[in-house]
Structure formats: structure tokens, C-alpha cells
């Protein structure tokens, strides 16, 4: 297991040496304390935040400033984890110059080590210019989640051989632009095993099956914290969900029937300071 941080140089290492790349989703100090302590790589602040964490139905209307204060929480619960944070939807897209300054803001106020943006050759300038301002990028290719209305929901890319070339071509761009890392998000595994073979920059997949260099995973999937998302890609590591709605039912009931707090959750006082207080007080 790496010890010490993790770093751009030390995730290309382990493309190099064949030791898989792990990464979760996370977005506050408490989860990040955890994970960094099992001995995770790379935490990434994704902008399924909207989803997982805000309540949306899509990662549209997360802003600049759901990134900026979620990664600056993450980045001050992880001590080791290289601390990857997503650029959110109209960040980048619109121009070089946006790109560059958002990319500036989520590493300055939010801490972030990495940032990562979606798309192949039509946000290669942009790569090129956060790349060219000292600031790692992280390519996103696939299912991209910011395009699900161009895709017309969240479904599987790359089957065609047109498709599928396009996200190879789409690969070798974003290395091209300087990228360091990219996630290959909903793709069949055997295309995805090509991508990570053509590139020298290490492959993240998720839904892209076993031969890419590391993985990642939304953690209320993997932790089974909603009983009703369950897709394909996930394995539940801990059924949590139930796990904690059993904890909270129980504190419920052991409030309700005073059995919680008991004798040894309470603070003492000398019985003389009460004697006195309840002859003042009570009549
Ligand atoms: O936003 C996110 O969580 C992601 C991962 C699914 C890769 O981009």
C-alpha cells in the first residue's frame, strides 16, 4: 500500500509498476478522514455531489461554489490522498479563459491537487491552458454526465465502431493536451482495456470493467446507502443504508422511552449545590 502523499507522479508510477489506482468519491471532512485512513490513492470531489449530497436529479446545477466548499472540507480531512476535484457544468465550456480561472479557484479556495473535466478533443485547448498554468488535469471520457441530455439519459457509450473510435481518438487527445490522468465512465470493458493500452497516463474506470489502471466508485453505491441505486457497475462493499436507518430507529425509540441518555451519559454535580438550588427553585 503507497504510504505518504499521493501525487501525479506517484499515480503514473503505479501505471508504470501495474498497482491499481483507488479512488472514491467524497465530499466533507469526516468521510475524507476515513478513507484517507484505509489508505485510498486519490479522493475525487465529484459534481455527482448534486446528486449524492445536494439532492438533484443531474449534476447540472452544481455551481463553482458547491465544488469550491465541499473540496476545500475534503482536502482538510485527507492528509495522504491526492485530492481530485470536478469542474462543474459551464465552468469550462464557454471559454479558455473561464476554464483557467475556475480551475485557479477550485485548486486556491478548495484546495484541490488535480481537477477534472469532461470531454475528449473539443476541450483540449482548455486542457492545454489549465495545464499550461501548473494545474494537473484529469480528462473524463465515456459516460459523461454533464452531456445526459445530448446522450438522452445516462446509457452506455462507445458500441459502435464509430463511437468507439471516437472515444479512443478522444483518449489520445486529452494526452496529447497535457492531461495526467482520465476516468472512462460507461464503456464495454474490452474498449476500455485498447484506451488504457495506447496510453501512457493511467485510466480510471467506472462501468469500464477490470484492465483499466485504477477504479472508482460513488461511495453511497458502494457503502449501499440507497437501497433504490443500485447500478450494474457497483459492487455493495457494506449494506450501511440499513446498517444506519436500524441506528436511527433505535435512537429514536430509546429517546422516546427514556432509555437514552443513561446514568452513564450524564454529567454529576455535588448534591449539596442541587439541595440548595432546588430550595430556591422549586416550590
Ligand atoms: O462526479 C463523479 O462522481 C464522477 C465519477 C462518477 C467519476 O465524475
Same mark, same amino acid.
Given at each position: ?110 484546495? /484541490?491537487? %488535480? +481537477?477534472? &473535466? #469532461? $470531454? ?58 497535457? /492531461?495526467? %490522468? +482520465?476516468? &472512462? #465512465? $460507461? ?97
Amino acid at each position: 500500500m503507497m504510504m505518504g502523499k499521493n501525487t501525479v507522479a506517484t499515480v503514473q508510477e503505479q501505471k508504470r509498476n501495474g498497482d491499481r489506482i483507488t479512488m472514491l468519491t467524497c465530499y466533507d471532512y469526516s468521510m475524507a478522514r476515513l478513507m484517507d485512513e484505509a489508505g485510498i490513492n486519490t479522493l475525487l470531489i465529484g459534481d455527482s455531489l448534486g446528486m449524492t449530497i445536494l439532492g438533484y436529479e443531474d449534476t447540472l446545477s452544481v455551481t463553482m461554489e458547491d465544488m469550491i466548499h465541499h473540496s476545500a472540507a475534503v482536502a482538510r480531512g485527507a492528509k495522504n490522498a491526492l485530492i481530485v476535484c470536478d469542474m462543474p457544468f459551464m465552468s469550462y465550456q464557454v471559454s479558455v479563459e473561464d476554464a483557467v480561472r475556475n480551475a485557479g479557484r477550485l485548486m486556491k479556495e478548495g484546495r /484541490a491537487n %488535480m +481537477v477534472k &473535466l #469532461e $470531454g475528449g478533443a473539443s476541450v483540449c485547448p482548455q486542457i492545454e491552458a489549465i495545464v499550461k498554468a501548473s494545474i494537473p488535469v484529469c480528462a473524463h471520457l465515456g459516460l459523461t454526465p454533464q452531456s445526459i441530455n445530448a446522450f438522452g439519459g445516462f446509457k452506455v457509450q462507445g458500441k459502435t465502431t464509430d463511437a468507439a473510435r471516437q472515444i479512443v481518438e478522444d483518449a489520445k487527445a486529452v494526452e496529447r493536451a497535457g /492531461a495526467s %490522468m +482520465v476516468v &472512462l #465512465e $460507461g464503456i464495454p470493458a474490452p474498449l476500455a482495456e485498447l484506451i488504457t493500452r495506447t496510453l501512457s497516463i493511467p485510466t480510471i474506470g467506472i462501468g469500464a470493467g477490470a484492465a483499466c489502471d485504477g477504479q472508482v466508485l460513488v461511495y453511497q453505491d458502494m457503502l449501499g446507502m440507497f437501497a433504490d441505486i443500485r447500478p450494474k457497475f457497483v459492487k455493495t462493499f457494506a449494506d450501511t443504508g440499513s446498517f444506519m436507518k436500524k441506528a436511527f430507529a433505535d435512537y429514536i425509540s430509546e429517546v422516546k422511552s427514556g432509555v437514552f441518555p443513561a446514568a452513564e451519559h450524564t454529567y454529576r454535580i455535588d448534591e449539596g449545590v442541587m439541595e440548595t438550588l432546588n430550595k430556591e427553585y422549586i416550590k
